[in-house]
């Protein structure tokens, strides 16, 4: 076999060993933040509170995003997202505790976001700056791709399982996430590439550069800040709880179905992307699908019908698709080897700020205006960003192909 073969297949089991690593930790945490939601809303019963969980997850991520994007550069990435899944299956067993022994309360699940926040915090730029190193430049769109469609698996079993398990309890969801966030660690352990070490002197000035490199090049700028925007307003995953259970009638299970519908739809969309790469007219096309992304929003939040509910989810999920597979691929080819840490750690801080942040935006808006008022405005509001983005970034509107110009 040439040796240019064996260096690919080489390539292709690691990049699947961490796939599979990805897959399982993804889909632990995601019955976690499940079972930690409906648990919080038994406990209080407030959207406040509800909101206030993703809030507590975004702060410590927000402040620890760039040393860590900073730490993926320096050391040994599969490792560091190893730590990360430890971090989080800790959690996990502080929650069995606290539910077993009964002391489990609303401080207690706020000071668990926190640290769920910060092992995010350190997760994200590693593991996207990872995957350009384990395969070919050639293929990175499609593995992007396929990365997107097995973490929209993982969405998409996660909640659906956990939402079945926290039938018989909590405490269930809680031993299974342990488990599997333990074996998530232990495959990305087994991760093996060339990593040279950089010895990057901790200044403001070297912490701070994939910031400045996102800010010079404003199609990068465009399209992270047009993700933050527009989840931030539009989604509407912190409501889910109060959905199913006085909206829409439905009890733990329906939630689960209820968080899993996106994915659906983001997978759909993430298998016709490795089938059908996005080769032209780029950046209308991401433009145009948060459009629809705010348009489904703004159905879902006015149906009272289950059934057009998971519909709405599911299509809003296949426009974000093509908004996370744009931008990261576009993020990883413009971006050089040596700054990919701190970069993806720019991107990851728009991502947790549309995620988290928008939990809370979603929370406090509901504690006013009710949660239909709350998805509603939102879905409107990200229409008029996409529509707005049109004009603010002429480069990302008018941008065609998905081209390699790495500028240093």
């Not at 038994?42 to 760039?66: E, K, N, R």
């Not at 593991?127 to 070919?136: C, E, I, N, S």
């Not at 405490?171 to 060339?194: E, G, K, Q, W």
Request: with cysteine; hydrophobic share 55%; net charge positive.
């Amino acid at each position: 076999m040439p040796q240019s073969s064996v260096r690919r297949l080489f390539a292709y089991r690691q990049f699947i060993r961490f796939w599979l690593a990805r897959l399982i930790g993804v889909s632990a945490n995601q019955m976690l933040m499940v079972a930690v939601a409906w648990q919080m809303y038994d406990i209080t019963s407030s959207a406040w509170d509800l909101g206030l969980v993703g809030l507590f997850q975004f702060v410590p991520a927000l402040v620890l995003m760039l040393p860590a994007g900073h730490a993926a550069d320096r050391f040994h990435r599969a490792r560091i997202f190893a730590f990360c899944m430890g971090i989080q299956a800790v959690a996990a067993l502080v929650l069995i505790l606290a539910t077993h022994y009964h002391f489990a309360s609303r401080e207690l699940i706020l000071g668990i976001s926190v640290l769920l926040g910060v092992a995010r915090a350190f997760q994200m730029p590693a593991q996207q700056a990872l995957t350009p190193q384990l395969v070919p430049q050639d293929m990175l769109q499609s593995a992007v791709a396929l990365s997107s469609s097995g973490m929209q698996v993982a969405i998409i079993g996660g909640p659906a399982i956990g939402g079945m398990l926290y039938t018989t309890g909590a405490t269930t969801v809680y031993v299974t996430c342990a488990v599997l966030l333990l074996i998530s660690a232990a495959l990305a352990l087994l991760v093996r590439y060339l990593h040279q070490e950089a010895h990057l002197a901790a200044t403001w000035q070297t912490v701070l550069a994939g910031f400045t490199f996102v800010w010079h090049r404003k199609v990068l700028l465009g399209a992270t800040s047009l993700d933050l925007f527009a989840v931030l307003l539009g989604g509407a995953t912190a409501l889910l709880p109060i959905y199913a259970r006085d909206i829409l009638h439905t009890g733990p299970l329906g939630l689960g179905v209820l968080r899993s519908a996106p994915a659906v739809g983001a997978l759909a969309m993430s298998l016709a992307i490795m089938r059908w790469p996005l080769t032209r007219g780029v950046g209308h096309r991401l433009l145009a699908a948060v459009a629809v992304f705010g348009i489904a929003t703004i159905v879902f939040g006015l149906s009272r019908n289950f059934g057009l509910s998971l519909v709405a989810l599911a299509i809003s999920g296949a426009a974000d698709s093509i908004s996370v597979v744009t931008r990261s691929t576009l993020v990883q080819l413009e971006t050089p080897n040596e700054m990919r840490g701190r970069v993806s750690a720019v991107n990851a801080m728009f991502i947790g700020a549309s995620n988290q942040l928008g939990e809370f935006e979603s929370g406090a808006t509901a504690a006013m205006f009710g949660a239909v008022g709350s998805v509603v405005l939102g879905g409107c509001g990200t229409v008029l960003i996409a529509a707005g983005w049109f004009k603010l970034f002429p480069a990302l509107a008018k941008r065609d192909r998905m081209e390699h110009h790495v500028a240093l």
